[in-house]
């Protein structure tokens, strides 16, 4: 009997407090491990989301320099034509006007994003200007030339006047050649633009009533290209979107680019003219120049683009004291913008307008580009 109850007493197992104990502490080591996964894998998101968005900024803020790098070409070749009112019309379409400028920028309202439009030629061989030999009615189908050179089937030219005014614009055509006619057939002193099936750009609608004279002359843009790059708002989903005017039809086209780009901003660089012929920029501001002489001021196109990590966070991270800023750097001079003056990042960008806005990060890229095509042709 008493090695019986020996064996029973050695054989006990836990006690129920005993088990409880152990349950309690399980659930608090499962907790706490459950927190450092959450909080690593969240961390792990937001770095993720933040390169995502580092290379969706960087390639937006690459697309736009590369553009505006090359904005100008053709339109560019004499600067005297800088800021011409350009009419043209394809087909039945509505006609429209567009200025003679490598970049013209459309001011978003309240701190909106701009819209960007970027106007340049694309050729493979010279462009250089046409001076015109004679006179041309608005009734005519071809220029007389002093020489062609340059000039092929195909090619995009706008016609300038030599004197710019109300009744005196410039106009947007194609260069046709119809070996039918010596006046329609393309040579080195005869420049056609017949209206046709496959040439429907050729409005004499849109030349002045007065037409061009001696003296005036065509620019010679190869393959016409008009870009405008804006920010699609479409459903919160904030992209990088460009729009390119077609040839085809007359129509523009937007594509969607980078996403989570929730911001564009531009201005333009002024400047002046020191007495080496050096221009120096002295200005910045989103005034679209009205004059020709205000065109040939703008030499530099100021960019700045904000991209916003796609990941949400739960705890607040952007408030208005850390939302972002451009930094323009305590020596430049944004006009209009008095606390621009010996303050660096002076210029808020604005993001309180999409949904959330507090719950995600942001990341500023900008650069400076200078116009090549118009400091060169100075």
């Known amino acids: 009997m008493r090695k019986s109850i020996l064996t029973r007493a050695g054989q006990s197992g836990f006690t129920l407090v005993e088990l409880m104990v152990g349950l309690v502490l399980g659930m608090l080591t499962v907790l706490v491990i459950a927190q450092v996964l959450v909080l690593a894998e969240g961390k792990k998101r937001s770095v993720s989301m933040g390169s995502d968005a580092q290379v969706n900024g960087a390639m937006a803020l690459y697309t ?71 006179a041309h009615t608005s009734t005519d189908n071809h220029f007389s030339v002093n020489a062609s050179f340059g000039t092929t089937a195909g090619t995009w030219m706008i016609a300038v006047p030599a004197a710019q005014d109300a009744t005196h614009w410039c106009s947007l055509f194609s260069v046709t050649n119809d070996t039918s006619d010596v006046t329609t057939t393309l040579s080195a002193t005869v420049v056609p633009h017949v209206l046709t099936s496959s ?93 020709n002489a205000d065109w040939r001021r703008v030499v530099a196109i100021r960019i700045a683009v904000v991209a916003r990590s796609a990941e949400y966070e739960k705890d607040i991270v952007t408030t208005a004291t850390n939302s972002p800023q451009w930094d323009v750097g305590s020596t430049a001079t944004i006009a209009g913008t008095a606390t621009c003056h010996g303050t660096s990042k002076c210029i808020a960008l604005k993001v309180d307008q999409l949904t959330d806005w507090q719950h995600y990060r942001y990341k500023v890229y900008d650069t400076i580009v200078p116009l090549r095509n118009v400091l060169w042709n100075s």
């Open 199 to 291: 040439s429907k750009w050729n409005q004499n609608s849109v030349l002045p009533a007065a037409g061009y004279q001696k003296g005036d002359y065509l620019l010679n843009m190869g393959s016409f290209v008009s870009r405008t790059y804006s920010i699609n708002t479409t459903n919160n989903a904030e992209t990088l979107q460009v729009e390119d005017l077609s040839l085809v039809n007359g129509l523009t086209s937007p594509q969607d680019l980078y996403p989570q780009i929730v911001n564009l901003q531009a201005l333009y660089g002024k400047g002046t003219v020191d007495p080496s012929g050096n221009v120096i920029v002295d200005t910045y501001d989103n005034v679209t120049p009205l004059t």
């Open 64 to 134: 736009l320099q590369r553009e505006i790098q090359m904005a100008g070409y053709g339109a560019t070749q004499s600067l005297d034509a800088l800021g011409c009112p350009v009419k043209a019309q394809f087909d039945t379409n509505a006609a429209f006007t567009f200025t003679l400028a490598p970049v013209v920028i459309e001011d978003g309202a309240n701190g909106a994003s701009d819209k960007i439009t970027i106007l340049r030629g694309r050729s493979t061989g010279f462009s250089i200007p046409v001076a015109l030999a004679g």
